[in-house]
């Protein structure tokens, strides 16, 4: 069964920093794109970044609203998804999905998604 | 990047009535794709590939479209379908999503 799980939310003061998490189990990660998507409550999904399979040599995409100011990684030994997240602003608040990329080729969409982590950034 | 126009942004239905909402490119894609989501829950795929249904969902749901007009179709409500419907694409970077349609059953 493939699970996809994030933890790492929480309330953070703007400018600050967090990394999340998303383990993953049941399927061979490495052979598969990871995604962030969040959602600002009560608004639409945004698409945050993808980070390639081992075949396209793990390299990673952004959208332009986070680059460069947010980063994702893999831990291909543990099946664990990050994204680092710098110099938060109030409207990075949001519930943050990670999600799998399909396996193969076109067309490309998002097969699995795990329940969510929810971060606030307050003063 | 390409926008994906939603509507309408909510659609009233009673069950058993037919039901189609659409998703309009602001340029040509060669697929799209359709989330289901309902309150507190993460999104969860519904049609993908502009016309297959994921797993377990019913067949009295239908994808369709090309270009830049895409649609999803109901063909007879139930209450359970009461959710929000977003459309994505992935045939350029950055992939996007619509702003959804609110399905509400009266």
């Known amino acids: 069964e493939v699970k996809l799980v994030e933890s790492g939310g929480g309330l953070v003061q703007p400018g600050g920093s967090l990394r999340l998490s998303c383990a993953t189990s049941?399927?061979?990660?490495?052979?598969?794109?990871m995604s962030w998507v969040r959602q600002p409550p009560g608004k639409a999904l945004e698409w945050l970044g993808f980070?390639?399979?081992?075949?396209?040599?793990?390299?990673?995409e952004y959208s332009a609203s986070v680059k460069g100011r947010f980063t994702i990684s893999r831990d291909n030994s543990q099946s664990i998804l990050y994204l680092q997240m710098n110099t938060l602003r109030a409207e990075d608040s949001a519930t943050y999905y990670c999600?799998?990329?399909?396996?193969?080729?076109?067309?490309?969409?998002?097969?699995?998604w795990g329940q969510g982590t929810t971060l606030t950034v307050s003063s | 990047q390409i926008v994906l126009s939603q509507s309408p942004a909510i659609l009233s239905a009673s069950p058993g009535e037919k039901v189609t909402m659409t998703c309009r490119a602001s340029?040509?894609?060669?697929?799209m794709h359709w989330y289901q989501q309902k309150p507190g829950s993460s999104p969860k795929p519904w049609i993908y590939?502009?016309?297959n249904l994921a797993s377990g969902v019913p067949a009295r749901f239908s994808g369709s479209g090309s270009g830049t007009s895409y649609s999803l179709t109901i063909s007879r409500v139930e209450a359970e379908d009461a959710a929000t419907y977003y459309c994505?694409?992935?045939?350029?970077?950055?992939?996007?999503f619509g702003a959804g349609t609110k399905l509400e059953l009266k």
């Open positions: 340029s040509s894609v060669s697929y």
């Open positions: 999600a799998r990329k399909n396996y193969g080729s076109s067309p490309y969409y998002f097969d699995y």
């Open positions: 590939a502009t016309s």
């Open positions: 049941g399927f061979t990660f490495t052979d598969y794109y």
């Open positions: 994505q694409q992935w045939s350029s970077n950055p992939l996007t």
């Open positions: 980070i390639r399979n081992k075949a396209n040599g793990y390299t990673t």
